[in-house]
C-alpha cells in the first residue's frame, strides 16, 4: 500500500507490543522501514515475539520488559531508550481488560483496567513528551481506544471510562504540545479477533448468541471482523510524515459498526428485494389513501 521506505529512519516504541494488536502494528512499522522497540510484562513473549519479526521482515527490532502500571520503570527504560537515540513515535497499545457486572466490581477491580490504561497510559505519553520537549525533537503519538469513548459500553465501565480518558488527553495534547510539532492521534478499532481480547471479552454462552467473533460479524455492516493489515495500514499512515497537520483526532475503523447502532433503521440492511418491493407498494397504498381522503 505504500513505499517501503515509509518509515525508514524512525525510531517507534510499541507498548503492548509482544502479541496481538501491538505485534501486528510492529510488523507493519518493520515492514515500512522503522527500527521498532517493543515493550511488555512478559519478557519471554517480547523476545520470542522480536526473533519472529526481524526473521519475517528482516527489520531493526529490539525488546524492553516493562510494566507501564509502574511509573519510576517508565521513567528508567524511556531514559534507557533515549541514551541509545531519541525515538521518533510511541504507541501506546498496551492494555487490560475483562468484561463483569460493574456492581460485581471491587475498588481493586476497577483499579487494576485503570491503573495500566488511564494511569499508565499517561505516564508513557508525558514521559516521552518531556523528553521530546526537551531535546525540541518533533514526535508522533497513536493511542489504541475504542469506541466506547463515544458511547460508552455496559459491562466494561472501567476500560470504557480509562480509553475516555485517553481520548480526552489526546485532544488536550493535541493543542498543548501543537507548538512543540509533537502530534497526538487515535484509532479506535472495532471487532479485531486477538487471542489476549477475545478470551476476556468473549463470552461464548447461549444468551449471547454464540461467540464474540460470530455475533461481531453478523451485526457489522459489513458482515466480518477487521483484518490486521487494514489495522496496520492505518496505523502506518498516522506514524507517517506528510500528514503533520493531522492531529487531536479519533479515527474508527470498526467496518461502520458503532454508527450503524444509532441510525434508526440499520436493522433494514438485512431485508430482501421483494421486501423492498413489498414496503414500496405498501407506502404507494397509504399515500393514495391519504390523497383520497385529503380530496
Ligand atoms: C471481576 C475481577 C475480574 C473479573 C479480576 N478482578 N478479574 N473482578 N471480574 N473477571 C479483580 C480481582 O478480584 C481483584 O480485586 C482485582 O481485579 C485485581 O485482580 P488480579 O487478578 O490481581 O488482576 P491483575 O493481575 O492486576 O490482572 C488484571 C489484568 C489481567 C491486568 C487486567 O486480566 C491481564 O493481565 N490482562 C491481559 C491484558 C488484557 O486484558 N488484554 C485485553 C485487552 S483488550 P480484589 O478486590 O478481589 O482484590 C482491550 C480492548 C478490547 O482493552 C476492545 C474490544 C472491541
Partial sequence: MFDKNLLKGKRILVT????GLGKEMSRHFLTYGAEVIICGRRDEVLQKTATELADETKGNISAHSLDIRDSLAIEETINNIFDEGPLDGLVNNAAGNFISRTNDLSPNGFNA??????????????TVGKKWIELNKPGTILSITTTWVWTGSPFVVPSAMSKSGINAMTKSLAVEWGPHNIRLNCIAPGPFPTEGAWSRLSPDTEATGGSMDQ?????????????MSELGNLA????ADGCDYLTGQTIAIDGGAYLSAGGTFSSLGKLKDEDWTNIRETIKKSNEKDKKMRS
Avoid at 483496567?113 to 508525558?126: C, D, E, K, L, R
Wanted: hydrophobic share 35%.
Fill in 16 to 19: 503492548g507490543g509482544g502479541s
Fill in 113 to 126: 483496567i485503570a491503573s495500566i490504561v488511564f494511569h499508565g497510559t499517561f505516564n508513557m505519553t508525558n
Fill in 215 to 227: 455475533s461481531s460479524m453478523s451485526s457489522n455492516p459489513m458482515g466480518r471482523v477487521g483484518e
Fill in 236 to 239: 502506518t499512515f498516522l506514524m
